[in-house]
């Protein structure tokens, strides 16, 4: 029989006991019944109704289905019916985002259309002390342009470079 001995990270004030048994680490605690099968009891003598305990198994597996929740524990279900029971997390997990529409709309010629980004301040500069970047993408060809700055005053400089270079 392995145990574990929970203890407080400061003090080192031991806190409670736990012996494993098939690969569980069951805690032992001073009012805690001997039977392991009311355990679930001792800790939730606040929940009354069986829809609350169906709930409180939902959100401890890990939110399987109810119909799973059903075949563990079927004398929860003697009053409900599966079809009413509704978890809002599982709901917003299950969303999926609208995807992009496909764009047939890009440009037929080099820089007719260039999209632009300034990124930063970056909470650690790199080797040249830069702590910003400005980016440039031409919708034609893409592509990149990545230019480090030290401070964002320095974007309409180096805009008025870049622009010059296309125009060359």
Not at 82 to 98: D, P
Not at 130 to 147: G, K, M, P, S
Request: glycine share 2%.
């Amino acid at each position: 029989m392995t145990i574990c001995v929970l203890q407080d990270k400061y003090s080192g004030r031991t806190i409670g006991h736990a012996r494993q048994w098939n690969d569980l680490y069951y805690l032992k605690h001073p009012n805690l019944p001997p039977n392991l099968h009311n355990i679930n009891a001792f800790f939730s003598d606040s929940i009354t109704t069986n829809r609350e305990k169906v709930f409180l198994h939902h959100c401890r597996l890990g939110h399987p289905s109810f119909r799973v929740i059903k075949l563990l524990f079927p004398s929860l279900f003697t009053k409900l019916d599966v079809a009413s029971l509704n978890c809002e997390v599982c709901e917003l997990a299950k969303h999926k985002r609208v995807p992009f529409r496909v764009s047939n709309n890009m440009s037929t010629s080099p820089f007719y259309l260039v999209h632009t980004d300034v990124w930063g301040p970056s909470t650690v500069p790199n080797v040249s002390s830069a702590r910003w970047f400005l980016t440039f993408i031409d919708d034609c060809t893409r592509v990149n342009w990545v230019f480090l700055l030290k401070h964002k005053t320095e974007v309409s400089h180096v805009f008025q470079c870049f622009f010059s270079m296309v125009k060359n």
